[in-house]
């Protein structure tokens, strides 16, 4: 225990010769692990008064899993047996339960419990004035939403999968959910909202699934942000009259994909405009692409379909892009509130196209950048599943944070030149060091400490 000590202390001198990088007081990791831990301290434990792991170490060890991508329960149990000194101080964990224990113990806990910390972190960034980053179009906020695969099986199913027949006559078991996050059209970063698991009443189609699962995702969205300025932009599965009518209902904005195939009375309809001569039309050249002409064509108050032409009415924005030789590159188009002029036809457009920020900056960085999302880190029988991932989509929310306003956090990042070889490198200081915080661990990677100081706590 003492080499540990002196290695600490050795490390801890040599890291205040450098010059510290200065930290925001709200909006730094450390801060947001103790806010997180406070609020798992209100959540409902239905458990036995004489449970023996308090379920805000549970809730928490499991939040430090996907904080430090351990890859599985079985990896974060042997980092519990092995190096357990910095969950302790950095993560505040008093008692850290078994692999066992944390799935019996999680599975009773119902997701909605986990709301909390998600508002508060999004208040952490409004307070520091950070969201202000994120607006668009007149103070806007842009949420996007997707619904999006968690678990898929032949074999291993629970009470709450869903269930589809293959071609070959084998059953597919899978989860998905219905997840939003502010993008901006401009920002790598974005920031995730607590999500919503599609159960099996939510229907059979994918489009009733994600509708329903949308009707309480919204409601639970406009009760913890009842003022929000905030434009949905989905794909072309939610450009449909009982959805518009739901966002109408809560007072939100819309940018909605459409499909010729999917929507052929309003394509039909357009075409009647364009050859009416009432669709208004703009050629220019993109200033971000030399050689490249941007194209976009607008109408007004066109029906969105045979069945609600007197109550829904939607302007329509077509754009596409041609190269020097003529040839068509991409092509979009889109359904919206707003009234569409050549002074914003741009910033909607770009609104519109910011939408699969979700698809590549969050589903394709927790799939594919160490969170596992896909994983099965444990079906239950009641929650376990989706409680996992809360917990994930929260660590998420924590690292997006610390990458749009924490220079220690981008610092490090620049410094290991990829995500999957920070969270390396992270995890490899929790094995080797007893380190006091999230800040020290990451002033270590930023700075490059000599390696003579990097004693391992056997040496």
């Given at each position: 225990m003492s080499s540990i000590k002196s290695c600490v202390k050795r490390i801890h001198n040599a890291t205040r010769s450098f010059r510290r990088i200065r930290m925001r007081a709200h909006l730094n990791a450390d801060t947001l692990f103790a806010q997180i831990r406070n609020d798992f301290d209100r959540v409902p434990d239905h458990r036995a008064s004489n449970g023996k792991i308090p379920l805000t170490d549970a809730l928490m060890s499991g939040f430090a899993m996907f904080s430090l991508k351990d890859p599985s329960l079985l990896a974060f149990d042997v980092r519990r047996k092995e190096d357990p000194s910095s969950l302790h101080t950095v993560y505040g964990v008093e008692q850290i339960p078994c692999d066992s224990q944390m799935r019996d113990i999680l599975d009773l806990v119902t997701p909605e419990s986990l709301r909390r910390p998600f508002k508060h972190v999004f208040s952490?960034?409004?307070?520091?004035?950070?969201?202000?980053?994120?607006?668009?179009?007149?103070?806007?906020?842009?949420?996007?939403l997707d619904g999006t695969g968690i678990f898929s099986s032949e074999k291993v199913s629970s009470a709450y999968c869903l269930r589809k027949r293959k071609r070959n006559g084998t059953i597919e078991y899978y989860q998905q959910m219905l997840a939003g996050a502010f993008v901006h059209p401009e920002r790598r970063e974005v920031i995730p909202t607590c999500p919503e698991m599609i159960i099996k009443q939510d229907g059979a189609s994918k489009g009733d699934c994600e509708r329903n699962a949308a009707k309480r995702y919204l409601a639970d969205l406009?009760?913890?942000?009842?003022?929000?300025?905030?434009?949905?932009?989905?794909?072309?599965?939610?450009?449909?009259?009982?959805?518009?009518?739901?966002?109408?209902?809560?007072?939100?904005?819309?940018?909605?994909?459409?499909?010729?195939?999917?929507?052929?009375?309003?394509?039909?309809?357009?075409?009647?405009?364009?050859?009416?001569?009432?669709?208004?039309?703009?050629?220019?050249?993109?200033?971000?692409?030399?050689?490249?002409?941007?194209?976009f064509r607008f109408a007004g108050n066109i029906p969105l379909n045979k069945t609600s032409q007197d109550e829904i009415r939607i302007n329509f924005l077509e754009y596409w892009e041609t190269d020097i030789a003529g040839k068509t590159g991409c092509y979009f188009t889109w359904i919206t509130d707003f009234d569409l002029t050549p002074a914003n036809v741009q910033d909607i457009m770009r609104a519109g196209r910011a939408r699969w920020r979700i698809e590549n900056e969050a589903f394709n960085t927790l799939k594919n950048q160490g969170y596992n999302l896909e994983h099965n880190y444990g079906l239950g029988k009641k929650h376990l599943s989706a409680v996992f991932v809360h917990l994930m989509m929260l660590a998420f929310l924590v690292d997006q944070v610390q990458q749009m306003c924490c220079p220690l956090f981008q610092a490090a990042h620049k410094k290991c030149g990829s995500k999957r070889y920070l969270w390396e490198k992270i995890r490899s200081y929790f094995t080797l060091f007893e380190v006091p915080s999230m800040e020290e661990v990451l002033h270590r990677i930023a700075h490059a400490l000599p390696k003579q100081l990097m004693q391992p706590m056997w040496g």
């Open positions: 952490q960034l409004q307070r520091g004035k950070a969201m202000e980053k994120m607006t668009w179009l007149d103070g806007h906020y842009l949420l996007a406009r009760r913890e942000h009842p003022h929000l300025k905030i434009i949905v932009t989905e794909d072309a599965l939610s450009a449909n009259a009982p959805h518009i009518r739901i966002l109408q209902e809560h007072n939100l904005r819309y940018i909605l994909g459409v499909k010729p195939k999917d929507h052929e009375f309003l394509f039909a309809h357009f075409d009647v405009a364009i050859q009416s001569g009432e669709v208004e039309e703009i050629h220019q050249p993109d200033k971000q692409q030399p050689g490249v002409t941007q194209h």
